[in-house]
């Protein structure tokens, strides 16, 4: 079956532009997650989407970021006024559900956005 | 809040010997679990092993297994028999299934390069 799936799979864009990043989940996974993972860096949690309920923020780091989910399927990462420190590889992932025990994440290939 | 030091960053060995990748990580929570993750230069993350907390016995998957010591809050990896497709990122991880959040809480990374 398909697994998780990110694009555009690169992005290069120019300080100040906004981008959009998009993730497909896996069909029925009610979770989906961003991380973001700088240069030299482990992955730092975002957003975070669990089914109906309002999305958990509290990882975004600037009003700059925000991020939506339609239909509880597909989301979109959106980056306005994008800075030379947004550059980063940004991971989505997703699980069954967001809670429980042995609820194990999987993860798309990413995207690499480079801020010049 | 809970935070997972990996604290080696780098670290290579000969195809077919052993090598263990140090995690320690802290929390005062009671369940959660704990991952090791493979990243290699495709970007996919990809899960290596799981450890539950309250089970006292070390999840071994064939040539991975951990050393997990629960009240020294250390967790590290152990990879037998190298080969150089284990060559990648590996980052260890901690999830905390009794709260609200569903987010992944990773280490910085260890690379691992493995010789032939």
């Known amino acids: 079956g398909a697994g998780v799936s990110q694009s555009p799979s690169n992005k290069v864009t120019e300080k100040g532009k906004d981008v959009e990043l998009r993730c497909d989940p896996i069909s029925g996974h009610t979770a989906l997650y961003w991380y973001r993972q700088s240069l030299g860096q482990g992955l730092e949690f975002l957003i975070y989407f669990q089914g109906n309920s309002a999305p958990d923020k509290s990882g975004l780091p600037s009003d700059r970021f925000s991020a939506e989910r339609t239909g509880g399927s597909v989301s979109t990462l959106t980056i306005q006024r994008t800075q030379q420190e947004d550059s980063a590889v940004y991971l989505c992932a997703s699980s069954p559900r967001g809670g429980g025990r042995a609820n194990e994440q999987f993860f798309g290939p990413g995207t690499r956005l480079t801020v010049l | ?116």
């Open chain 2, 1 to 116: 809040a809970q935070t997972v030091t990996q604290s080696q960053p780098e670290m290579s060995v000969q195809e077919a010997e052993t090598v263990t990748l140090s995690c320690t990580y802290d929390t005062s929570e009671s369940n959660y679990y704990l991952f090791w993750y493979k990243q290699p230069p495709s970007r996919q993350m990809i899960l290596v092993i799981r450890q539950e907390a309250y089970k006292q016995q070390n999840a071994t998957e064939n040539r991975f297994s951990v050393n997990f010591q629960k009240a020294a809050k250390s967790f590290s990896l152990k990879i037998s028999d190298s080969q150089l497709g284990d060559t990648a990122m590996y980052f260890c991880a901690f999830w905390n299934y009794g709260g609200s959040q569903g987010n992944l809480i990773f280490g910085k990374g260890t690379k691992l390069s493995v010789k032939p």
